[in-house]
């Protein structure tokens, strides 16, 4: 039940510039902007922003509470564009190809963020006054003490990421025919 556009869109265009000379430029973007987040249904519940309880034994680590559980919300935000460009060149036994290829990458993530709260329950502590002699987790929980090596866990600052990146190609090859039955390769790529 979550939604998000998922969008992508390309373009190609050559040009013949003579005989030996050709020339060929490529666009494309893509766009996904997905949301991981709770319905509004379940952030009606009065429980919904309560810290995820944890009992780690008695149930088989048995987690209720708040809905994120340490996890959610998350998003998922990218738009990319990529120019690609290439140039072909036939001349004198000589096949040269020289382009570029660059790529904008923009990232606007919601990572998963822990902002409610996780508070683990272990066993531990003494209980003689009910006759155990180690506290169990559940009683534990029933007494607000986290216990031996419980743990009380919750993030704060900003889930959000947005990161700019840009990514570059450059090459330039030639198949070079010496004779008819010998070619020579010759390449050189750059990445950035």
């Known amino acids: 039940?979550?939604?998000?556009?998922?969008?992508?869109?390309?373009?190609?265009?050559?040009?013949?510039f003579s005989p030996s000379v050709?020339?060929?430029?490529?666009?494309?973007g893509q766009h996904i902007d997905f949301g991981?987040?709770?319905?509004?249904?379940?952030?009606?519940?009065?429980?919904?922003?309560?810290p995820t309880f944890n009992l780690s034994s008695s149930f088989g680590s048995a987690f209720w509470g708040g809905y994120s559980q340490g996890a959610f919300p998350q998003g998922r935000g990218h738009r990319t564009f990529q120019?690609?460009?290439?140039?072909?060149?036939?001349?004198?036994?000589?096949?040269?190809?020289?382009?570029?290829?660059?790529?904008?990458?923009?990232?606007?993530?919601?990572?998963?963020?822990?902002?409610?709260?996780?508070?683990?329950f272990s066993s531990g502590g003494d209980c003689s006054a009910i006759g155990l002699t180690t506290c169990t987790d559940l009683a534990n929980y029933i007494d607000n003490f986290t216990?031996?090596?419980?743990?009380?866990?919750?993030?704060?600052?900003?889930p959000l990421l947005s990161v700019?990146?840009?990514?570059?190609?450059?090459?330039v090859q030639d198949s070079w025919k010496i004779r008819p039955n010998f070619t020579f390769n010759l390449g050189v790529r750059y990445e950035l």
């Not at 039940?1 to 013949?16: A, D, E, K, L, N």
């Not at 050709?22 to 494309?28: A, I, Q, V």
């Not at 096949?95 to 904008?104: C, E, Q, S, Y």
């Open 83 to 120: 120019f690609q460009d290439a140039v072909s060149i036939v001349k004198r036994g000589h096949a040269l190809r020289m382009g570029a290829d660059i790529t904008v990458l923009l990232v606007r993530d919601q990572i998963p963020f822990n902002g409610n709260g996780t508070i683990s």
């Open 1 to 16: 039940q979550q939604s998000g556009p998922s969008r992508i869109f390309g373009v190609m265009c050559t040009h013949t």
């Open 164 to 171: 700019p990146t840009a990514f570059q190609a450059y090459y």
């Open 22 to 28: 050709l020339n060929e430029f490529r666009f494309s």
């Open 36 to 50: 991981f987040v709770p319905l509004a249904s379940t952030l009606a519940s009065p429980l919904a922003n309560l």
């Open 147 to 158: 216990g031996g090596s419980g743990i009380v866990n919750r993030q704060f600052g900003n």
